[in-house]
């Protein structure tokens, strides 16, 4: 017997190729966000599938913060090289010293914020038209109302009062000189699903979302990884834990957190278990109410 | 432990909309079923919890979960659909809540466009009044398979099974008038938690599911259309690699029917008949494909495809004409011009149309036709008439919501004014 159903990964995995297609189809000079996160992995690896066997048409783009997880840069590299994928980086080093952007200050100093100046420097250097980005709808509120092809003015900012109704599978990306899109393929998704899709497909994923040993200290009741450029209050002391990453991104803002999962079995038993989103442990969202909506208007991923 | 054990590639995917406001209800009820299914996590609900009391509620406002946005909490109104996420280890739902104050219809008629399921929630005290109509009249309009009517608050009538048996002969009887699919009728009290996620034991007369119990056992994989092989091209996969020199694949989504390897197929338009040599996906050949995929179809001979074909049955082929009649729900403040030009997005087809005569336009409450005044303004539904700058290749919405839909774009804007359905 046939069978005509497929299960709820298929059916997004289906839907984000349609809507990675339409993108290349729609957009002269597409580009996808690459952090080396799990998001970003699942969205390229979802890229790769729209287009076998051309290779992927448009090149990755990481806005790198320096303050890196080493591992995180080397996935990232191998990834490029593995599939003849064109990488591009822009450094927010850059943007410092040239002095389109200033260094946070104090304690809880991060360079998350900053990025955005670089991304839309990037975009407006490099003439991309769309920029595709891992973004969920379930991770944080600002991004539940956020549309599959989102429209920035040529300022690079996002106006969420006038959004363009998004109906059926017509994805509209009209629009006029210096203006752009960002698009997210995997606006569906959830953290659950991205982890069953990531075991259904056997991918490869960075050792830092396992269980290691890391030294790390704890800041308002999460676990931050030590850095040397990371300041410590005087309260704080370096610890060893074992632990693993979350969600991985700028060193400064993400938290890690105490675990045992070895596979990713475990860590899918782990989120079912969880009771705190995986955002909980994000320094960059704690900032205010509307931190992430605020970054985002201003041309935020 | 593999998926099979974890149950997880079993589970299907359904879509759900529910609309309406605080009042009726809607908030308690998809709060007991995130809650419940441990959608909302311990940092949501303290967050919640909090910004609720700071607002001088006095209960949970769920609202606030997905009113992210500055100008809504100022406000204390939602201004957009939001999407939200739950899963039963039988099924991943996706939620479209719609706002019922502003922008009612625009939001309705966007989160029914991609909906398996309507939710609509009568107030057990009131019975059916104009919004049950207007939400019934746009299930019905936008073609959503089925459709979930809960009478809430059934605490409030004593649990009385007259009541609701009076309710349901009320909505069955404005449904009569609408081409109206798959209706269920549950009494519940989403306060108490009666019948929404476990049985009530104050209404032993009531023998149908609960609510998630429907949400889990709705037939979804019957709302396909499964018998018109439709296959918009969204884009030509050519490698041009010493490994695979003569590639030429067709890459796009089945919208509807199921295509085989070695069917006979004709790419429209230019209507040349070949067949299918292969269907790929990500390295491998499958036997056939059905909607919802996603794959790459290779024909057996070379003929004019690009992105806006479309590839169907040889035999089963739609309609095809440049004048074309539709409903339409209007979704710009600047009204509708006839006579006046506008952008088509249909499938993967972009065209322009004018727009030649508005038919009549639609009184949703009452759902009457209006014929003396003709002007289509901002969340008004009208049957028009449109013709286009070459010929569209379209099914009835009723009979294919892929092929049978499209939107109309502002020219100068660039927005979206316009969401049409084929009659």
Same mark, same amino acid.
């Given at each position: 017997?046939?069978?005509? $159903? ?24 597409? #580009? ?13 690896? &979802? ?45 927010? *080093? ?36 769309? +920029? ?123 938290? #890690? ?15 079912? +278990? ?6 909980? $442990? ?20 | ?101 502003? *922008? ?12 398996? !399921? ?55 009887? #404005?449904?009569?008038?609408?081409? +109206? ?10 306060? &108490?938690?009666?019948?929404? #996620? ?73 209507? &040349?008949?070949?067949?299918? /040599? ?20 290779? &024909? ?13 049955? +040889?035999?089963? *082929? ?31 087809? /972009? ?67 316009? !969401?049409?359905?084929?009659?």
């Amino acid at each position: 017997m046939e069978k005509y $159903s497929i299960n709820h990964l298929r059916e997004l995995e289906a839907e984000s190729i349609f809507v990675i297609r339409e993108v290349v189809a729609q957009f002269e000079r597409p #580009v996808m966000l690459f952090s080396g996160g799990k998001d970003s992995i699942v969205m390229f690896h &979802l890229a790769w599938k729209a287009f076998h066997p051309l290779k992927v048409p448009f090149p990755l783009m990481h806005i790198d913060t320096g303050h890196n997880f080493e591992e995180t840069i080397k996935y990232r590299d191998d990834l490029a090289e593995k599939t003849g994928t064109r990488l591009i980086v822009k450094y927010v *080093q850059d943007s410092i010293d040239n002095g389109r952007a200033v260094e946070e200050k104090g304690l809880n100093a991060s360079r998350n914020v900053l990025q955005t100046v670089t991304l839309l420097d990037a975009i407006e250097e490099l003439k991309f038209d769309c +920029a595709m980005g891992g973004g969920r709808r379930d991770e944080e509120k600002a991004r539940a109302k956020e549309r599959f092809f989102s429209h920035r003015d040529e300022f690079g900012q996002w106006d969420p009062k006038n959004q363009r109704p998004e109906l059926w599978n017509l994805f509209c990306g009209a629009k006029h000189m210096g203006e752009h899109f960002r698009v997210f393929p995997i606006s569906n998704w959830t953290e659950m699903d991205v982890w069953q899709y990531i075991l259904m497909e056997n991918i490869a994923m960075p050792s830092l979302y396992f269980t290691h040993l890391r030294e790390v200290f704890c800041r308002d009741g999460a676990w931050m990884a030590s850095a040397p450029f990371m300041q410590l209050k005087p309260n704080e002391k370096v610890e060893i834990k074992k632990v693993r990453c979350r969600t991985i991104g700028d060193i400064t803002c993400t938290g #890690v957190t105490l675990s045992e999962a070895n596979s990713l079995e475990d860590i899918i038993q782990e989120v079912a +278990a969880s009771r705190v989103t995986e955002r909980g $442990s994000r320094a960059d969202d704690k900032r205010s109410e509307a931190a992430m909506e605020d970054r985002k208007r201003e041309g935020y991923f | 432990m593999s998926g099979k054990e974890h149950g997880y590639l079993d589970m299907e995917l359904l879509r759900f909309t529910t609309a309406g406001s605080v009042d009726d209800g809607k908030s308690t009820l998809i709060g007991r079923l995130l809650y419940d299914s441990k959608a909302i996590f311990e940092d949501q609900m303290e967050a919640l919890e909090q910004a609720s009391i700071s607002r001088g509620g006095e209960e949970v406002n769920l609202a606030l979960l997905t009113d992210g946005l500055r100008a809504e909490r100022e406000q204390g109104i939602t201004i957009d659909v939001a999407y939200r996420y739950f899963a039963t280890p039988k099924r991943k739902f996706i939620i479209a809540d719609t706002p019922g104050h502003i *922008q009612y219809t625009r939001n309705m008629v966007t989160g029914a466009s991609t909906a398996n !399921a309507a939710v609509i929630l009568v107030d057990a005290r009131n019975g059916v009044i104009e919004q049950t109509r207007r939400h019934a009249y746009i299930a019905a309009l936008l073609n959503i398979p089925h459709v979930l009517v809960c009478v809430n608050k059934m605490d409030l009538v004593d649990f009385s099974e007259e009541v609701f048996e009076a309710i349901k002969a009320d909505f069955k009887d #404005v449904a009569s008038r609408l081409d +109206a699919q798959d209706i269920h009728f549950l009494p519940i009290s989403a306060k &108490l938690g009666d019948n929404v #996620v476990d049985r009530s034991t104050h209404m032993p007369w009531y023998k149908g599911e609960t609510f998630l119990g429907l949400l889990e056992a709705l037939p979804v994989g019957q709302d396909w259309n499964l018998k018109d092989p439709r296959f918009p091209v969204q884009y030509v996969i050519r490698p041009i690699s010493d490994e695979y020199h003569d590639y030429r694949g067709y890459a796009g989504r089945v919208a509807s029917g199921v295509f085989r390897v070695g069917q006979e197929v004709v790419a429209l338009p230019g209507g &040349l008949k070949t067949t299918i /040599e292969a269907i790929d996906f990500a390295g491998k050949s499958l036997d056939y494909a059905f909607p919802p995929q996603s794959v790459t179809i290779r &024909l057996k001979d070379e003929i004019d495809v690009s992105r806006g074909s479309m590839i169907v049955d +040889a035999v089963n *082929q739609p309609q095809q004409s440049q004048e074309i009649e539709l409903m339409i729900c209007w979704l710009s403040e600047k009204p509708l011009v006839v006579r006046g030009k506008y952008q088509v997005k249909h499938n993967s087809n /972009e065209l322009r149309c004018i727009i030649t005569e508005v038919k009549y336009k639609v009184n949703i409450n009452t759902i009457e036709e209006i014929h003396d005044d003709l002007s289509v303004g901002l969340n008004q539904i009208a049957r028009i008439t449109i013709k286009t700058t070459k010929p569209l290749f379209f099914d009835p919405y009723k009979q294919n919501r892929d092929t049978g839909s499209l939107i109309l774009i502002d020219e100068a804007t660039n927005n979206v004014v316009g !969401a049409g359905m084929i009659l």
